[in-house]
C-alpha cells in the first residue's frame, strides 16, 4: 500500500515505521518506558531547520515570539526532564543558525 501512495505524487512520499514500543503523530513521540507511558517531541530525520530567519521581513512581535512558541512546544511535548533540556538546547542551536543571537533567546 505504501508503494501505491508513493506513485501517486512524486513530490510526496509516505514511510511506514513500526515499533511495540513507540509510535510517531504529527511532531510527538509516544513510548513506553518500563510500565509508563512517555512522550517526547518528534522530527523526523529528514527535518531540515527552516525556522523564520532573524533578518527577515516579518514584524519584530512575530520574531520575538517565535522563540517562546517554540521552547513552550519542546516543554509541552517532553515527558521525561532530561529529554527536554537536550531538545532545548538543539533548539537554541537551531535559532542560533538562523541568525537569532542568544540575548534575544534568552529574554
Known amino acids: 500500500m505504501i508503494e501505491e501512495l508513493n506513485n501517486l505524487n512524486s513530490t510526496i512520499k509516505f ?27 518528534f522530527r523526523k530525520p529528514s527535518d531540515r531547520n527552516t525556522l523564520l530567519h532573524a533578518n527577515s521581513a516579518h514584524p519584530k512581535a512575530l520574531k520575538e515570539s ?24 538543539d533548539m537554541t542551536r537551531s535559532f542560533v543558525e538562523r541568525g537569532y543571537t542568544y540575548k534575544v533567546l534568552q529574554e
Open 15 to 41: 514511510t511506514l515505521t513500526y515499533s511495540p514500543d513507540k509510535i510517531q503523530f504529527l511532531d510527538v513521540e509516544i513510548f513506553r518506558k518500563d510500565r509508563n507511558i512517555g512522550h517526547r517531541l
Open 66 to 89: 517565535l522563540p517562546i512558541s517554540q521552547y513552550l512546544r519542546v516543554y509541552r511535548n517532553n515527558s521525561e526532564e532530561s529529554t527536554c533540556k537536550t531538545q532545548l538546547e
